[in-house]
């Protein structure tokens, strides 16, 4: 598997023409920034391919124009308040609030006033890889039908996400140097905002869907995940591979095995893990890397669940 490359960026300055650039290097090459005093602005980014989380601080109050951004940038406000326009009212967001920053390809106008706000910025293909549906009955691009969560529980899980990827997955370099790892977190963030904010993401099965989820489109599936079970698959890959539509391999799995596809990856890639740990030299291994190999971004995680399928802790399984 060829690794992503997880870049990190830090930026502080308090020249504007310098903070300019580097916003329009970093998100928008026609990005506006009007600022009516001096301010500093710092910048700490982790890129992930797929996916980017970053902190940034301000000091000033910044009128922020963007139009060209091609991804989904979500924001939370740690202590900032901004201040979003777009074609209508504008929408206040203040301490401890998430929202979309963008929407994809539209235009709008950001009001930033002193303080953090975090930001993760999606590639829109990952979206469509987690809500797909077969390309016969796809509906089309994605689209978000509001800027804020659909209820404050929603808002924590969003925060708790972000959290769990940036603390967990990327603050690990030898576990954000796997693919799988990265791949999955990437998901993750997706399958988050979708059910975050309010989309036209398509969701119910269809009475073709519900046709197709049957024995043979499981075994399909099953035969697909065994032999690419070390590669950074989507369920909408195992959906391709089965013939049949992301809603119908969902639905194949939860009527004869009563788990998800995704589900049932991890299982195989925890008995992948299982295999690695009885066949590994316990001086030359650890039981983060065998785990981080097969996709297991936390330790404890990990430990835990191998102990319940095992019945052992890993670290017994790799000294036996």
Request: with cysteine; proline share 6%.
């Amino acid at each position: 598997m060829t690794s992503i490359p997880v870049q990190t960026r830090q930026f502080d300055s308090r020249d504007p023409v310098a903070i300019h650039e580097f916003l329009s290097a970093t998100y928008d090459p026609k990005l506006r920034l009007d600022s009516r005093n001096r301010f500093r602005l710092t910048h700490h980014r982790v890129d992930a391919g797929p996916f980017a989380i970053a902190t940034t601080r301000q000091t000033g109050h910044l009128d922020i124009g963007a139009s060209t951004l091609d991804g989904l940038v979500l924001g939370h406000t740690r202590t900032a308040r901004v201040d979003r326009v777009c074609n209508g009212p504008v929408n206040r967001f203040g301490p401890g609030d998430v929202f979309l920053v963008t929407k994809p390809e539209e235009p709008c106008t950001v009001r930033w006033h002193p303080g953090e706000v975090e930001l993760c910025v999606l590639d829109l293909a990952v979206l469509e890889q987690v809500a797909t549906t077969a390309p016969a009955r796809r509906p089309g691009r994605i689209r978000f039908t509001d800027l804020g969560p659909a209820d404050q529980a929603l808002a924590r899980q969003w925060r708790t996400t972000t959290s769990y990827v940036r603390d967990v997955v990327l603050n690990n370099p030898s576990v954000s140097a796997q693919p799988l790892v990265i791949g999955n977190a990437a998901r993750m963030l997706a399958a988050a905002a979708l059910a975050v904010f309010p989309n036209t993401a398509f969701t119910e099965p269809t009475a073709a869907d519900r046709h197709d989820a049957s024995t043979a489109t499981l075994r399909r599936a099953i035969s697909f995940m065994e032999d690419f079970a070390d590669r950074d698959i989507s369920a909408a890959d195992i959906a391709a591979a089965a013939g049949v539509s992301l809603r119908a391999v969902q639905l194949a799995f939860r009527r004869h095995r009563g788990t998800t596809p995704m589900a049932y990856l991890r299982r195989i890639r925890l008995a992948r893990a299982h295999r690695d740990l009885l066949r590994a030299d316990p001086r030359q291994e650890t039981v983060s890397a065998i785990a981080s190999r097969w996709g297991f971004a936390s330790h404890s995680r990990f430990t835990a669940r191998y102990h319940a399928s095992y019945g052992v802790p890993p670290r017994e399984t790799l000294h036996a």
